[in-house]
């Protein structure tokens, strides 16, 4: 198994009002923590995934834009999958800045070929912080195309599909 891994920085931050990844925590932009997190599992290749190239986005890493902008998170996730030439893609949302390398690296542990890893809490999913199969791509373009971003339906339909797996 082979592992790409995409930071979903293309959020409008709308309840926000300004641009959650550029926000500091102990001195660090948000982008540059879950950047620093991924670049600890030595992926195959890392990405950004985002509408248009973000102004701080270091010129070593690529852009892959979202297939379908207006789709929030959903839209980072197909164009990763689409992207990507390796078994599996790793996705952390930009706005989780206490993610550790240790806590991706267990879920990695856990996908199979064909399958991903999503952890749960509670009764919800937390496909932002996941493991997805290059075999999801054709999930995530059919949600694309019923105009149902949620990543909640998403995920079920892994589930039923047996692509992923939930993590507790």
């Known amino acids: 198994m082979t592992l790409?891994?995409?930071l979903l920085a293309g959020g409008r931050s709308s309840r926000m009002g300004r641009d959650k990844a550029t926000i500091h925590l102990d001195g660090r932009p948000l982008w540059q923590r879950g950047l620093d997190v991924l670049k600890e599992l030595q992926p195959?290749?890392?990405w950004i995934s985002a509408a248009t190239v973000?102004?701080?986005c270091p010129p070593e890493i690529e852009v892959v834009t979202d297939r379908m902008p207006s789709c929030g998170p959903l839209s980072g996730v197909p164009a990763g999958l689409r992207h990507m030439q390796t078994s599996h893609l790793l996705v952390l949302a930009v706005d989780l800045p206490q993610m550790t390398a240790e806590h991706l690296r267990e879920l990695y542990g856990c996908a199979q070929p064909g399958v991903g890893v999503v952890p749960?809490?509670?009764?919800?999913f937390e496909p932002l912080c996941a493991i997805y199969p290059a075999e999801a791509a054709a999930a995530a373009d059919e949600a694309i195309s019923r105009s149902d971003a949620s990543l909640q339906h998403f995920v079920q339909a892994l589930l039923r599909q047996s692509r992923v797996q939930l993590m507790a």
Request: glycine share 8%; charged share 5%; proline share 7%.
């Open 44 to 46: 195959a290749a890392l």
């Open 54 to 56: 973000p102004s701080w």
């Open 4 to 6: 790409s891994c995409i």
């Open 120 to 124: 749960r809490h509670g009764n919800y």
